[in-house]
């Protein structure tokens, strides 16, 4: 499922090459991908309007054309391309965006998880919590946050609710880098782990995005090529295999449903 990296390369990736252009026709094929309008409703509503900017939060992307606000959530497997041509499943694009510079967009959704809003305001997200890479996320923040809470460390990371953004993937990867064990409980975490896991939200999602991502199967950049992070993840899926920084071997256990990977010798 494509968490924060992946949306936010996804939105450096389109800024640049659309900002300023004008959407001159709209096809949204899926209406049940349409969460609160007709695909008429918001192929007129889109269409002849100006993209002024991307922005995102958490895993949501926004399109802000001229007071109108598309909202994307990829889902498991959608993805934006700029060519169709670089589509290997054509018949699952469902939305279709075409410009007066004559460049062209597409959102194909393999699994149809996917979900698209349509706006008149900019959208409040009440539901989201803090988006770490948007808004500042300082260490007493992040210790407010952990007190009093009893959820364990890997639940408490996934919880869109207090961090917008981090999925299993990265909430993996985050623990590993700051040496705590996913099943620690959130409150009962030291003033030197606090210090270590915002060290490490912040180092994790950083290099992510300044690898273009990391996919596992559907993710793909615009140009339709895979993300580099799969690359340089320490544990994520790397169950049985030796930990990169000592002789112990990853573990792979079930959390909340979703599997969970760590070193039980580097992380406490």
Same mark, same amino acid.
């Given at each position: 499922? &494509?968490?924060?990296?992946?949306? @936010?390369? +996804? %939105?450096?990736?389109?800024?640049?090459?659309?900002?300023?252009?004008v959407i001159t026709k709209v096809n949204a094929r899926t209406?049940?991908?349409?969460?609160? =309008?007709?695909?008429?409703?918001? *192929? *007129?509503?889109?269409?002849g309007k100006k993209i002024d900017r991307f922005s995102r939060k958490g895993k949501f992307l926004v399109f802000e054309c001229q007071g109108v606000f598309p909202v994307f959530h990829l889902g498991m497997s959608g993805i934006f391309l700029k060519d169709k041509a670089e589509s290997k499943y054509p018949q #699952?694009? #469902?939305? /279709?965006?075409?410009f007066d510079s004559g460049k062209q $967009?597409?959102?194909?959704?393999?699994?149809?998880?996917?979900?698209?809003?349509?706006?008149?305001?900019?959208?409040?997200? &009440?539901? $989201?919590?803090?988006?770490?890479?948007?808004? @500042?996320?300082? +260490? /007493?923040?992040?210790?407010?946050?952990?007190?009093? %809470?009893?959820?364990?460390m890997k639940a408490?990371?996934?919880?869109q609710s207090i961090i917008a953004g981090i999925g299993n993937i990265y909430a993996s990867e985050i623990l590993?880098? *700051?040496? +705590? *064990?996913? $099943? %620690?409980?959130?409150?009962?975490?030291?003033t030197h782990e606090t210090k270590s896991l915002h060290g490490?939200? #912040?180092?994790?999602?950083?290099?992510?995005?300044?690898?273009?991502?990391?996919?596992?199967?559907?993710? %793909?950049?615009i140009n339709g090529l895979s993300g580099e992070n799969q690359n340089f993840l320490a544990v994520y899926q790397r169950d049985g295999e030796s =930990?990169?920084? =000592?002789?112990?071997?990853?573990?792979k256990i079930v959390l909340g449903s979703r599997s969970t990977f760590f070193c039980e010798n580097c992380q406490k």
């Open positions: 499922m &494509p968490e924060l990296p992946e949306v @936010e390369t +996804i %939105r450096r990736q389109l800024e640049p090459l659309y900002q300023g252009d209406p049940y991908l349409l969460k609160n =309008c007709s695909p008429q409703t918001f *192929s *007129s509503a889109i269409s #699952h694009i #469902h939305v /279709e965006l075409y $967009l597409f959102f194909q959704d393999m699994r149809k998880f996917g979900k698209v809003w349509l706006y008149n305001n900019y959208p409040e997200f &009440p539901t $989201l919590g803090l988006d770490p890479t948007i808004t @500042e996320m300082t +260490i /007493e923040w992040l210790q407010a946050m952990l007190t009093n %809470r009893k959820m364990n408490f990371l996934m919880d590993f880098q *700051s040496a +705590i *064990s996913p $099943l %620690r409980k959130a409150n009962k975490l030291s490490a939200i #912040h180092n994790v999602l950083t290099s992510a995005i300044e690898k273009f991502g990391t996919t596992y199967s559907a993710y %793909r950049t =930990c990169v920084t =000592c002789d112990g071997l990853i573990k």
